[in-house]
């Protein structure tokens, strides 16, 4: 038998795997949060799947709290649809009522059984791997990993499929429809996808990871590229990254399996956030400081082509006079000269006298008469 | 199941329940208003879910688990929570979901890592931390009430005092700028009213359920007033109505937790008020679809009658029923519409049975006419 840590490290891969897929999507859809409000309102399904099985390992539970997912979506939709309130007051007022009566069904009926909201919302990875799939006596490995690798399967046997018309209807709803796919019949069926998922991985991990592990993977690698091949495959790497490492925090702290990943996926996205190289905080700061420098360099060429052979040239290109004309302080004037001989737009012969080169002339005039 | 409501003003515990979570209901469900209006619904969410951490850092920190001290924790989280946020939307183009998703839920994350932290802590008595996550309202004690009823206090205050200008942010920010407010900072003023009025409800409501006090009072009270102060002060009311009668409600049933039953009882509110309420409501919606539905029909008949009639040299000549309903056929009851038309003096009924246009009616169809009102003709 494998052992337990290298099983959780595994279980804990590919659920990461699986939230990514339509974790993507739904951050490119601006749908993020329907996953905080499909992971909360399963529960509802849950306690009615446990009302009526009288079972917590019946499949009920996983069927009825998959429908929850579906119902709360439709809920919204239907809410939206009133146009009494708006888009986000809707998911605000669909899932706690259903949570709320799930909570309600659960410590009524179900207080004396295995069914533990904290559980539920927390998730008990350390326990996954003691869950195992024995058929015939032989042990297949945890329950929740073929649960989960079916679910994968199913994410990606739908990504294939429909990859055209996901893709089309994400970016483009408008030419979807148009085109003839129903951007409606897209919507639900990938709902139900992230219902099912979000009811997988809320069994092994708790409904907040589920959160995290959905959308900050596909958040952090939605500043890294802007293909989403990519994109979905940088979640994939980036969601089992966060897991990995939130086990060894666990591990290290003896603290929360689930709370150490989605403190791990925070961590990730923090990263990307300040360093990503096109889209990062830093390269965005150092970005805009160099088109600062650039564009006043070209002013520095615009100026003095503009002056020169005039009379008034001699006085116009003096560095200090273009404190006065520019209104630049002396200290960024002299940046500003500095980066332009650097680039070979002026030479500065009898100091304080600026002259524009053939290439400096060519810049200034490139740019005005673009 | 009798609701105790004698109880409410004998049974200690209850009544410091009902009294902590009707004050708790008032002040999130007013000040939802603004969170509801500026379409930061969700906002609550995160922030409720972000607090965690703060109340698990304040007690790692102080020792103490004094309710003042918890809840300030939980302010600054949230606050901080909040000002992710925004940097996360401005400074790139991660849209405003996915970074209220990574908040509440890397920040719940954070204060799982803690409170786990805690419970391994020799000696620590860190019992009862736990509440926040579902919150526990029949432990409330009277300092809770105090705390709760105080913050509340300051932050209606604060509300009151830049009514104004939380007004100009809700609803025309830019206006606002250009007339010289600092919009920036009232919009941090705003926020932080927000925070508190959501961090003062985690230990009774718990994270999970606390950004639905925040959302539904002020989304039944937008059912029933186009007004602002309205709003406000009718998002208080059912806020605490919901919080009273939950509290209520739950201290009749064994098993009946605080939090999950405010919240049903604000949903029933919110059902309530999007179906009933005037103008807005559903059923009104439908009485006024209905009326303007039938409007068209009488006018179209009206049409159908001035048509028939320019067919004729006399004016007066009548066209059977059967000749009309052939014209408007599943378009309704058209002999109930030549009855509308004959109350308003439009069309009249010949001896032998068939209708004919009066001639104010001819005027009525011109004007029909002129209006431009194409209706279902």
Same mark, same amino acid.
């Given at each position: 038998?494998?052992?337990?840590?290298?099983?959780?490290?595994?279980?804990?891969?590919?659920?990461?795997?699986?939230?990514?897929?339509?974790?993507?999507?739904?951050?490119?859809?601006?749908?993020?949060?329907?996953?905080?409000?499909?992971?909360?309102?399963?529960?509802?399904?849950?306690?009615? !799947?446990?009302?009526?099985?009288?079972?917590?390992?019946?499949?009920?539970?996983?069927?009825?709290?998959?429908?929850?997912?579906?119902?709360?979506?439709?809920?919204?939709?239907? $809410?939206?649809?009133?146009?009494?309130?708006?888009?986000?007051?809707?998911?605000?007022?669909?899932?706690?009522?259903?949570?709320?009566? +799930?909570?309600?069904?659960?410590?009524?009926?179900?207080?004396?059984?295995?069914?533990?909201?904290?559980?539920?919302?927390?998730?008990?990875?350390?326990?996954?791997?003691?869950?195992? $799939?024995?058929?015939?006596?032989?042990?297949? @490995?945890?329950?929740?990993?073929?649960?989960?690798?079916?679910?994968?399967?199913?994410?990606?046997?739908?990504?294939?499929?429909?990859?055209?018309?996901?893709?089309?209807?994400?970016?483009?709803?408008?030419?979807?429809?148009?085109?003839?796919?129903?951007?409606?019949?897209?919507?639900?069926?990938?709902?139900?996808?992230?219902?099912?998922?979000?009811? !997988?991985?809320?069994?092994?991990?708790?409904?907040?990871?589920?959160?995290?592990?959905?959308?900050?993977?596909?958040?952090?690698?939605?500043? *890294?590229?802007?293909?989403?091949?990519?994109?979905? /495959?940088?979640?994939?790497?980036?969601?089992?990254?966060?897991?990995?490492?939130?086990?060894?925090?666990?591990?290290?702290?003896?603290?929360?399996?689930?709370?150490?990943?989605?403190?791990?996926?925070?961590?990730?996205?923090?990263?990307?956030?300040?360093?990503?190289?096109?889209?990062?905080?830093?390269?965005?700061?150092?970005?805009?400081?160099?088109?600062?420098?650039?564009?006043?360099?070209?002013?520095?060429?615009?100026?003095?082509?503009?002056?020169?052979?005039?009379?008034?040239?001699?006085?116009?290109?003096?560095?200090?006079?273009?404190?006065?004309?520019?209104?630049?302080?002396?200290?960024?004037?002299? +940046?500003?000269?500095?980066?332009?001989? =650097?680039?070979?737009?002026?030479?500065?012969?009898?100091?304080?006298?600026?002259?524009?080169?053939?290439?400096?002339?060519?810049?200034?005039?490139?740019?005005?008469?673009? | 199941?009798?609701?105790?409501?004698?109880?409410?003003?004998?049974?200690?515990?209850? #009544?410091?329940?009902? $009294?902590?979570?009707?004050?708790?209901?008032?002040?999130?469900?007013?000040?939802?208003?603004?969170?509801?209006?500026?379409?930061?619904?969700?906002?609550?969410?995160?922030?409720?879910?972000?607090?965690?951490?703060?109340?698990?850092? /304040?007690?790692?920190?102080? @020792?103490?688990?004094?309710?003042?001290?918890?809840?300030?924790?939980?302010?600054?989280?949230?606050?901080?929570?909040?000002?992710?946020?925004?940097?996360?939307?401005?400074?790139?183009?991660?849209?405003?979901?996915?970074?209220?998703?990574?908040?509440?839920?890397?920040?719940? +994350?954070?204060?799982?890592?803690?409170?786990?932290?805690?419970?391994? *802590?020799?000696?620590?008595?860190?019992?009862?931390?736990?509440?926040?996550?579902?919150?526990?309202?029949?432990?409330?004690?009277?300092?809770?009430?105090?705390?709760?009823?105080?913050?509340?206090?300051?932050?209606?205050?604060?509300?009151?005092?830049?009514?104004?200008?939380?007004?100009?942010?809700?609803?025309?920010?830019?206006?606002?700028?250009?007339?010289?407010?600092?919009?920036?900072?009232?919009?941090?003023?705003?926020?932080?009213?927000?925070?508190?009025?959501?961090?003062?409800?985690?230990?009774?409501?718990?994270?999970?359920?606390?950004?639905?006090?925040?959302?539904?009072?002020?989304?039944?009270? =937008?059912?029933?007033?186009? =007004?602002?102060?309205?709003?406000?002060?009718?998002?208080?009311?059912?806020?605490?109505?919901?919080?009273?009668?939950?509290?209520?409600?739950?201290?009749? /049933?064994?098993? $009946?937790?605080?939090?999950?039953?405010?919240?049903?009882?604000?949903?029933?509110?919110?059902?309530?008020?999007?179906?009933?309420?005037?103008?807005?409501?559903?059923?009104?919606?439908?009485?006024?679809?209905?009326?303007?539905?039938?409007?068209? =029909?009488?006018?179209?008949?009206?049409?159908?009658?001035?048509?028939?009639?320019?067919?004729?040299?006399?004016?007066?000549?009548?066209?059977?029923?059967?000749?009309?309903?052939?014209?408007?056929?599943?378009?309704?009851?058209?002999?109930?519409?030549?009855?509308?038309?004959?109350?308003? +003096?439009?069309?009249? #009924?010949?001896?032998? @049975?068939?209708?004919?246009?009066?001639?104010?009616?001819?005027?009525?169809?011109?004007?029909?006419?002129?209006?431009?009102?194409?209706?279902?003709?």
């Amino acid at each position: 038998m494998i052992a337990p840590e290298v099983e959780i490290q595994v279980i804990a891969s590919v659920v990461a795997v699986t939230c990514a897929i339509p974790g993507v999507f739904l951050v490119l859809r601006r749908m993020a949060l329907m996953s905080d409000a499909i992971s909360h309102s399963i529960l509802l399904g849950i306690a009615l !799947g446990f009302l009526v099985a009288e079972d917590t390992s019946s499949p009920l539970l996983i069927l009825a709290a998959a429908a929850t997912g579906v119902v709360t979506v439709a809920l919204v939709e239907v $809410l939206n649809g009133t146009h009494l309130v708006k888009e986000d007051a809707a998911i605000g007022l669909v899932f706690p009522a259903l949570f709320s009566i +799930g909570v309600i069904i659960i410590s009524r009926y179900a207080g004396d059984v295995h069914l533990d909201i904290d559980a539920v919302l927390l998730g008990e990875l350390v326990f996954a791997p003691f869950d195992r $799939l024995i058929i015939d006596g032989m042990d297949l @490995g945890p329950r929740i990993l073929w649960v989960m690798g079916t679910i994968l399967l199913l994410n990606v046997i739908f990504i294939v499929l429909f990859y055209k018309e996901i893709k089309l209807s994400t970016f483009d709803a408008a030419l979807a429809g148009a085109l003839g796919f129903s951007p409606a019949v897209i919507h639900y069926l990938f709902m139900s996808l992230v219902s099912v998922t979000a009811v !997988g991985a809320f069994d092994a991990v708790g409904s907040i990871l589920v959160v995290a592990l959905m959308i900050a993977p596909p958040a952090s690698a939605y500043l *890294l590229t802007d293909r989403l091949p990519w994109m979905i /495959a940088l979640s994939a790497g980036l969601g089992v990254l966060g897991a990995w490492s939130g086990y060894w925090l666990s591990y290290a702290l003896d603290v929360s399996v689930a709370g150490s990943m989605a403190t791990m996926t925070g961590v990730i996205f923090g990263i990307t956030f300040l360093l990503a190289p096109q889209r990062g905080v830093v390269a965005t700061a150092r970005r805009r400081v160099r088109q600062k420098w650039e564009f006043a360099a070209t002013m520095l060429a615009i100026h003095l082509l503009n002056h020169e052979d005039s009379p008034d040239a001699d006085e116009e290109s003096r560095v200090a006079h273009l404190q006065k004309h520019l209104r630049w302080d002396p200290a960024f004037a002299e +940046g500003v000269v500095r980066r332009a001989e =650097r680039r070979g737009w002026v030479i500065n012969p009898s100091n304080e006298r600026l002259r524009l080169t053939d290439r400096g002339r060519s810049v200034a005039r490139e740019t005005t008469s673009a | 199941m009798a609701i105790p409501l004698t109880e409410l003003f004998t049974d200690y515990t209850l #009544r410091t329940v009902a $009294l902590g979570a009707a004050a708790l209901g008032t002040v999130s469900g007013s000040l939802g208003t603004f969170a509801v209006l500026r379409k930061q619904s969700l906002l609550g969410d995160a922030i409720s879910h972000a607090a965690l951490p703060g109340i698990a850092l /304040a007690f790692l920190l102080t @020792g103490s688990k004094a309710p003042f001290v918890l809840v300030l924790g939980a302010a600054i989280a949230g606050w901080i929570g909040t000002l992710v946020v925004m940097a996360v939307v401005g400074a790139t183009r991660i849209k405003e979901d996915s970074a209220l998703g990574i908040v509440l839920s890397v920040f719940f +994350g954070i204060g799982l890592v803690l409170l786990t932290y805690i419970q391994k *802590l020799p000696n620590a008595s860190q019992a009862g931390l736990d509440r926040f996550l579902f919150g526990q309202a029949a432990t409330m004690l009277e300092r809770d009430v105090i705390v709760i009823a105080g913050l509340g206090a300051v932050a209606l205050l604060v509300t009151g005092l830049f009514w104004k200008e939380f007004k100009l942010l809700s609803f025309d920010r830019d206006f606002g700028a250009t007339v010289g407010f600092p919009m920036r900072f009232v919009d941090v003023v705003l926020t932080s009213m927000l925070v508190i009025s959501i961090v003062i409800g985690l230990q009774t409501v718990g994270v999970v359920l606390m950004s639905a006090m925040v959302v539904a009072p002020a989304a039944a009270a =937008r059912q029933w007033t186009d =007004r602002t102060g309205g709003m406000f002060i009718l998002a208080g009311i059912f806020g605490a109505v919901a919080g009273v009668s939950g509290a209520m409600v739950s201290s009749t /049933a064994a098993r $009946l937790p605080t939090g999950p039953t405010i919240v049903l009882c604000m949903s029933a509110i919110v059902l309530l008020s999007l179906t009933i309420a005037p103008n807005r409501g559903l059923v009104w919606a439908w009485f006024r679809r209905q009326h303007a539905r039938r409007a068209l =029909r009488v006018d179209a008949v009206l049409r159908d009658l001035e048509a028939l009639a320019g067919q004729h040299a006399t004016p007066g000549h009548g066209h059977p029923l059967a000749t009309l309903e052939a014209m408007r056929v599943g378009h309704g009851n058209v002999s109930r519409s030549l009855g509308k038309l004959e109350e308003r +003096g439009f069309a009249r #009924r010949l001896p032998n @049975g068939d209708w004919a246009l009066t001639d104010r009616g001819a005027r009525e169809a011109a004007r029909l006419h002129e209006s431009g009102n194409g209706g279902a003709a």
